[in-house]
């Protein structure tokens, strides 16, 4: 059984909190001026949880997949949409009640130009393909995008491992996977500066290839693991140097790129022993990344309630701070019931069904 990297699950919940906070309303009240370009970065949470994925399904299941065989992909499946389809499931339905007890959706705050509550996009829903460039917009539960992305990645997981990485020979592994993370990169940075769309877009429309450059970057990070000294001081180095280098690209394209680099190299970094890992791995963040993904996909719907309720004037005499900080208390909240009474319950059903010992333990699923 694969050993468990806790600061990799506590790193989750940063990567969650970001795209929370992103979604907050951009109100002077809130935060100080110099925190807002923070903010409204928030969306690369999301392209780090992309990275983890590939990373920790890679660092779990490797060995597993070198022979491909149907029972194998199946069991792995299986596992995944356990750990995913529940919630997504749970969240769907009450979006559907909502829509149903309130008409054409005035409840959802987010529009694309179309209406995003129509029975074809329910469908893609269910069948987790709604970003899958078969909508023009946002639909129902909105930041379930990603989680179709997720899906899209995961059916291609087993046979990236059987057909490319398990063929490279031991001594080549690491040229191969330099190889393949300097193209990977100069690929995503291409192609932000030459698609119209910024990356924040990049959801039901590109969400395939925001994934298919992130997931099997993720990949190659645990497999050039082996080969990094014990010392984590250039790793360090680097993380330092790529967010240097950022900083000063704010309002340009290339921001979203470096910024990605330097979550990579952080992955590799928690990888590792050190004190950044040791923080990492603190019981208290650790719970946090384990409803992380409840924390994500519940939170859209929470803001809306908070944002219907802020719009007419149903603060209960909260001013904006204490308000938007009832707000965060009632997602965590909500999110550790969702987590104890969806996720753990499946995740435990998935373990005596599931007889293929092919479960992930910390993976990067949003």
Request: proline letters at 5%; glycine letters at 4%.
């Given at each position: 059984?694969?050993?468990?990297?806790?600061?990799?699950?506590?790193?989750?919940?940063?990567?969650?909190?970001?795209?929370?906070?992103?979604?907050?309303?951009?109100?002077?009240?809130?935060?100080?001026?110099?925190?807002?370009?923070?903010?409204?970065?928030?969306?690369?949470?999301?392209?780090?949880?992309?990275?983890?994925?590939?990373?920790?399904?890679?660092?779990?299941?490797?060995?597993?997949?070198?022979?491909?065989?149907?029972?194998?992909?199946?069991?792995?499946?299986?596992?995944?949409?356990?750990?995913?389809?529940?919630?997504?499931?749970?969240?769907?339905?009450?979006?559907?009640?909502?829509?149903?007890?309130?008409?054409?959706?005035?409840?959802?705050?987010?529009?694309?130009?179309?209406?995003?509550?129509?029975?074809?996009?329910?469908?893609?829903?269910?069948?987790?393909?709604?970003?899958?460039?078969?909508?023009?917009?946002?639909?129902?539960?909105?930041?379930?995008?990603?989680?179709?992305?997720?899906?899209?990645?995961?059916?291609?997981?087993?046979?990236?491992?059987?057909?490319?990485?398990?063929?490279?020979?031991?001594?080549?592994?690491?040229?191969?996977?330099?190889?393949?993370?300097?193209?990977?990169?100069?690929?995503?940075?291409?192609?932000?500066?030459?698609?119209?769309?910024?990356?924040?877009?990049?959801?039901?429309?590109?969400?395939?290839?925001?994934?298919?450059?992130?997931?099997?970057?993720?990949?190659?990070?645990?497999?050039?693991?082996?080969?990094?000294?014990?010392?984590?001081?250039?790793?360090?180095?680097?993380?330092?140097?790529?967010?240097?280098?950022?900083?000063?690209?704010?309002?340009?394209?290339?921001?979203?790129?470096?910024?990605?680099?330097?979550?990579?190299?952080?992955?590799?970094?928690?990888?590792?022993?050190?004190?950044?890992?040791?923080?990492?791995?603190?019981?208290?963040?650790?719970?946090?990344?384990?409803?992380?993904?409840?924390?994500?996909?519940?939170?859209?719907?929470?803001?809306?309630?908070?944002?219907?309720?802020?719009?007419?004037?149903?603060?209960?005499?909260?001013?904006?701070?204490?308000?938007?900080?009832?707000?965060?208390?009632?997602?965590?909240?909500?999110?550790?019931?969702?987590?104890?009474?969806?996720e753990v319950p499946m995740r435990n059903y998935i373990r005596k069904t599931n007889t293929h010992p092919s479960?992930?333990?910390?993976?990067?699923?949003?």
């Amino acid at each position: 059984m694969t050993s468990k990297i806790n600061a990799l699950t506590g790193l989750r919940a940063p990567a969650a909190l970001w795209v929370v906070w992103f979604h907050l309303p951009n109100l002077p009240s809130l935060f100080p001026d110099f925190l807002l370009p923070i903010q409204l970065k928030g969306y690369l949470g999301v392209d780090l949880f992309f990275l983890l994925s590939g990373f920790v399904l890679a660092y779990v299941y490797h060995e597993k997949f070198k022979i491909l065989s149907l029972p194998g992909i199946y069991h792995f499946l299986k596992a995944r949409l356990a750990r995913i389809y529940p919630l997504h499931l749970t969240l769907l339905l009450i979006y559907v009640a909502i829509t149903c007890l309130s008409g054409p959706l005035h409840f959802n705050t987010v529009r694309l130009g179309e209406e995003p509550t129509t029975l074809d996009t329910l469908i893609y829903n269910l069948f987790l393909i709604h970003a899958w460039e078969t909508t023009r917009y946002l639909s129902w539960n909105v930041v379930s995008w990603s989680i179709s992305a997720e899906w899209f990645a995961y059916l291609c997981f087993p046979f990236f491992i059987c057909f490319f990485w398990s063929r490279v020979p031991e001594n080549r592994q690491l040229c191969f996977n330099l190889a393949v993370i300097l193209l990977l990169s100069l690929a995503l940075a291409s192609l932000l500066l030459h698609i119209h769309l910024p990356l924040q877009d990049w959801t039901f429309h590109l969400g395939l290839l925001r994934v298919a450059l992130e997931f099997p970057l993720g990949m190659c990070l645990f497999f050039i693991r082996p080969y990094l000294p014990s010392n984590n001081f250039w790793l360090y180095a680097l993380l330092v140097l790529t967010i240097g280098i950022s900083l000063p690209l704010v309002h340009s394209k290339l921001f979203d790129f470096w910024l990605i680099l330097s979550q990579a190299i952080l992955i590799l970094t928690l990888s590792n022993k050190g004190r950044l890992t040791q923080f990492f791995s603190s019981p208290w963040l650790v719970y946090l990344g384990e409803i992380s993904y409840s924390i994500y996909m519940s939170h859209s719907l929470i803001r809306n309630v908070f944002q219907y309720a802020y719009n007419h004037h149903l603060n209960f005499g909260l001013g904006d701070k204490f308000f938007w900080l009832l707000y965060l208390v009632t997602v965590l909240g909500v999110s550790h019931l969702l987590y104890q009474i969806i996720e753990v319950p499946m995740r435990n059903y998935i373990r005596k069904t599931n007889t293929h010992p092919s479960r992930a333990h910390n993976g990067g699923d949003l």
